[in-house]
């Protein structure tokens, strides 16, 4: 009956028009269908005495059988000369169809069967119909697949070849394909791209699909309004109003091969360098993973040049060595460094003190001092003392970059004496350690004391001054013998 039906529209059928009446065929053989089924099944409720059409009421009240000429009164009940039961007559018994119920009951089940088949056929031709012209490339957006779908590998990222028959695709028409490959694909779509992971490749597909459940499942979020598509992910809109819904599928308007091709290739031949700072600076070891993943375009790690960005941002301070140069002989290195403003005044009105610590024998000096500007003064003090005793000059001295030791007086006073003066590197207290570390242990004796002996902060300059004298008495670990 379908192919009469459509046969009598051949002149004005076309191959856009042929789904449309394939759908309005089949959904009148399922109405017909449905219609006998239910003709079947109907059955009579009524019990009240039947008047059939071959009896006819006369004056008297009473009814006569035109066929049989048989009289009832109207209280009459009739009954049924087949099963005996009354409100019906024989011919229209239903005791005759039972045994047809039955066989058409089981007749209707392989009918049924027959007719699910029919649907799936119907179906595949309109799917076949709808592929039967139109481009071959590009890829349509599909809420029924389950995974993305490529019938060629030419442009994908990265494949894993699978051997035939590992895995199918199954078709609504209960048919299936081999899966020769899965793997990753960059989809380009007016120069916004998607990376597609875990694409099916089935070559004998005809159109290549994008899973709607597997973008979602990748966060991204899928909008169908009118006839165009929208793909965003976080809030953020990726593909807006770009596709057109062409045979009833909305088809991405993916670029064509040739700028595809152009495009991969820019992004092919980008530098590791610049994916380095496109992905924040990571390490190459990520980078090649990502480029395994196919997230990423192959990096060449000969090609990687150190990145000065990671040498500033990236560089920490190791440890200094347990092993350091240290004098030969007396005052060859002196090392001094100002410790102070303390918040409490001694009685004499000092605020700092300076050391002065000879790096061969670790014998101190200290001074009390109201001002830093005081270093130079109390420096001469000090080299005029030790030179006179020990009969030596000074040759190097070591501090910090405070302002005291860095003005052009200390400086000018070192040039004339020819000594040199040797300056750490900002924020590394460690080059000068000894000094450093002798203001922390003098701090500590003197915190020690006055809590000992309950004495207030003013005494601290006493305490900083006994401490030091207490210390160039003691051996140290540098020296195991006493200054």
Known sequence: MAVIALSLQFDTLTLEKLPIQLAIQQERLIKKNDAELMNVQEKPTNLAPIRSKNFKKKSDGKFKDNFAGTLRTQGTVVKCYRCGKPGYIKKNCMTKFSNKKDNKSQNNKNKGKDHENYNEEVICVVSECLFADGDLTGWWVDSGATRHIAKTKEDMIHMENLSPGMQKVYMGNNSYCDVMG???????????????????????????LVSVPALTGKCFEVRFVSEKVTVGKHG?????EKYVKEHGMFKLNEMNKSSNSAYIDCAMNVSTNLWHERLGHVSINKMKTLAQQGIIPDINVNDFTKCKACLYGKMTRKPFPSEVIRATDLLEIIHTDICGHFRVQTHS???YFITFIDDF??????YLIKYKSEALEKFKEYKYEVERQLGKNIK???SDRGGEYTSNEFLEHCKDLEINSQRTMPRIPQQNGVAERCNRTLLNMVRSMLAGA???KVFWGEAVLTAMYTINRVPCKAVPTTP
């Open 361 to 366: 024998s670790r014998f101190g000096y200290i």
């Open 454 to 456: 309950q004495l207030p």
């Open 182 to 208: 899965v793997g990753t694909y960059r989809l380009n779509v007016d120069g916004t791209s998607i990376i597609l992971t875990e694409v099916l490749y089935v070559p004998s597909m005809r159109r290549n």
């Open 349 to 351: 009105g000092k605020l």
């Open 236 to 240: 953020r809109t990726m593909f807006d």
């Open 396 to 398: 190097v001295i070591r």
